[in-house]
């Protein structure tokens, strides 16, 4: 299995966290992450922004349409992950 660059895991960053990958995928990607502390960094960043963004827009028709596609559908599929 060959190993992700820093920049293939920011580009697959927002389906991981949506968990729109595969098994295998998602291997790779925890396997940098526990080698590459730079990109651990970076996905706690990811995560809290994530958070913040969904706390201060509680539906879908609150979200500016500026935020990228792929925030928008990290931020919903974790308000279903924990069942709002």
């Known amino acids: 299995m060959r ?3 820093c920049r293939e895991l920011v580009e697959l ?3 991981y966290l ?3 990958l595969g098994s295998d995928e ?3 990607i925890e396997g940098h992450l526990a080698g590459c502390v730079e990109c ?5 960043s990811y995560r809290a922004t ?3 963004v969904r706390q201060a827009y509680q539906s879908e028709d609150e979200m500016p349409s500026l ?4 925030l ?4 919903i599929a974790a308000r279903r992950a924990r069942g709002g």
């Not at 928008?72 to 931020?75: E, K, L, P, Q, T």
Request: glycine share 8%; no cysteine; aromatic share 4%.
């Open 50 to 52: 994530v958070r913040t």
């Open 3 to 5: 190993t992700l660059t």
């Open 72 to 75: 928008v559908r990290a931020i």
């Open 18 to 20: 949506a968990g729109d």
């Open 13 to 15: 960053l927002a389906d």
């Open 26 to 28: 998602r291997g790779r």
């Open 67 to 70: 935020l990228p596609a792929a």
């Open 40 to 44: 651990l960094a970076y996905l706690l």
